[in-house]
């Protein structure tokens, strides 16, 4: 995505134009997204494939592993190949059937301007493949493609290239959604997320209300605060321009290593990523009319009372079951592992060398993650 300084307009939740109806908060929806999974491995397997820009090797190992990954979640995958000079792109295309033909596209690129693109586009990577993984097992209304593009970085190559092929007079499309940017940012402010919504075409008055719904859902379902902001230089532009209602997400910390060589694992923080696909899961969930089959949240502790947190000295582990720790280190080496009970609270830092740490607690089903610093 191609965005510097992007003016924010704030939006204050006056209820214009979003029908109330749509976003009533439903606890089986909130249970079935807290199956969303840590974004660690898949990021860690995004910056090991390396480069991603156009006629790089790891342009099509991303490809293929991101086919893989589909594949592995149940779907069949087509390829779609279009000519850039000389350079063959691809991009990938899977569906989840709805009871309707109406669908909702799905849309995020895997393809870098400079460098390994862990947030741009990784993030946004992981976001469709978790919310196309817990999609496979549920109903839905909507039918729902999924698409990874390629080429975005070169004036949306992939995705204009998409458009331009749909077959208009078989395909109903709802609107268009884009995942483009949403790791949060370390040492930044990651309280927000950006909603975003077409402010210039004959769609914008539909599109704010999208916008708006989504935000709504991101206020009902995480700790996010939703800001309203304008679609701005991703594949979504693509879709617009061909008179497709559109919506998008993108995160609300700046990313100082965006589009440089810096574009990597250690300068993404994790738990608004987690929440921002959460909240995007529950959003297509309540507007693709998804129903939960009974049975399929298990009874989980209260999830308020798992957490993990550093004091710098030690680790303060709070859940009311048995639980185990996983600890990883910035290289996505496993440096410790615990199984404890609620009584046991405190991990020494002592061996620990100095360094960024990753913290997974699992309890009763659930998990929460920490990064964290030790600095003796
Ligand atoms: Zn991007």
């Not at 924010?8 to 969303?36: E, L, P």
């Not at 090991?48 to 779907?75: P, R």
């Not at 496993?334 to 100095?354: C, H, P, Q, T």
Request: proline content about 1%; overall charge neutral.
């Amino acid at each position: 995505m191609g965005r510097l300084k992007v003016l924010i307009w704030i939006y204050f939740f006056t209820g214009i134009g979003f029908k109330a109806s749509a976003q009533v908060f439903d606890q089986k929806i909130a249970d079935y997204i807290s199956k969303v999974e840590n974004p660690l491995s898949f990021l860690q397997k995004c910056e090991n494939l390396g480069v991603k820009e156009i006629n790089k090797s790891g342009l099509d190992s991303t490809c293929f592993w991101l086919k893989k990954m589909a594949e592995q979640a149940g779907y069949v995958v087509k390829i779609q190949n279009f000519l850039y000079g000389n350079d063959t792109l691809r991009n990938l295309e899977f569906t989840k059937k709805g009871t309707s033909d109406s669908c909702i596209i799905i849309g995020a690129h895997y393809d870098s301007k400079i460098g390994f693109g862990v947030n741009d586009n990784g993030t946004g990577d992981f976001a469709l493949y978790q919310i196309a993984k817990l999609l496979k097992g549920i109903t839905t209304k909507y039918t729902i493609r999924f698409v990874y593009f390629s080429g975005e970085e070169i004036d949306y190559l992939g995705s204009r290239y998409f458009v331009k092929y749909i077959n208009k007079d078989s395909v109903k499309i709802k609107f268009m959604l884009n995942l483009d940017q949403l790791g949060g940012t370390i040492d930044e402010d990651n309280t927000g997320i950006k909603c975003e919504r077409d402010e210039i075409s004959s769609k914008k008055a539909e599109s704010n209300e999208l916008a708006v719904s989504m935000a709504k859902i991101f206020s009902l379902y995480t700790n996010l605060n939703p800001v309203i902001t304008s679609a701005y230089s991703s594949d979504y532009l693509s879709f617009r321009d061909s008179g497709y209602l559109i919506s998008g997400i993108y995160q609300y910390s700046s990313f100082p290593y965006y589009h440089s060589e810096n574009d990597l694992l250690k300068y993404i923080e994790f738990n608004s990523l987690i929440s921002t696909v959460k909240g995007a899961l529950a959003f297509v969930m309540h507007y693709s009319q998804s129903e939960i089959p009974v049975g399929i949240n298990q009874k989980v502790a209260d999830f308020n009372s798992l957490n993990v947190y550093n004091t710098n000295k030690e680790l303060i582990v709070t859940a009311n079951a048995d639980y185990n720790l996983i600890i990883y280190d910035q290289m996505g080496r496993l440096r410790y592992s615990k199984w404890g009970n609620e009584n046991d609270k405190n991990i020494a830092l002592d061996d620990f060398k100095n360094g960024v740490y990753f913290a997974y607690l699992h309890s009763n089903g659930k998990m929460v993650t920490n990064k964290f610093l030790v600095q003796h």
